[in-house]
């Protein structure tokens, strides 16, 4: 059974950045297309980047230019790099397969940034 989990989560000031990483216990998560989740307080998960097997990237339009998706293959691990964080960043954000997350979702990790 594959487990995600997710770190880096913080409290910063808008304008502020965070980089976030998402560990995969095994290596077959390397093959996966995968994605960065937020679920901001109150509201459903939504899809924020995207990184493909071969390293193609696509983002939610009200992250792109600011955040940016990588993965290191060896370490099997899934980072977002957060950048220009504005207050509507603030939630709970989570890592896991896409288009269809087929993985128990980890427990996140909580990104707060006042303003």
């Known amino acids: 059974q594959v487990q995600l989990v997710e770190s880096g989560g913080g409290l910063v000031q808008a304008g502020g950045s965070l980089r976030l990483s998402c560990k995969a216990s095994?290596?077959?998560?390397?093959?996966?297309?995968m994605a960065w989740y937020h679920q901001a307080p109150g509201k459903q998960r939504e899809m924020v980047a995207v990184i493909n097997g071969i390293g193609g990237t696509t983002y939610a339009e009200s992250v792109k230019g600011r955040f940016t998706i990588s993965r290191n293959n060896a370490e099997v691990t899934v980072y977002l790099q957060m950048n220009t964080l504005k207050s509507e960043d603030t939630g709970v954000y989570y890592c896991?397969?896409?288009?269809?997350?087929?993985?128990?979702w980890g427990q996140g990790t909580q990104v707060t940034v006042s303003s």
């Open positions: 896991n397969t896409f288009p269809s997350p087929k993985i128990h």
């Open positions: 095994g290596s077959e998560v390397n093959l996966f297309t």
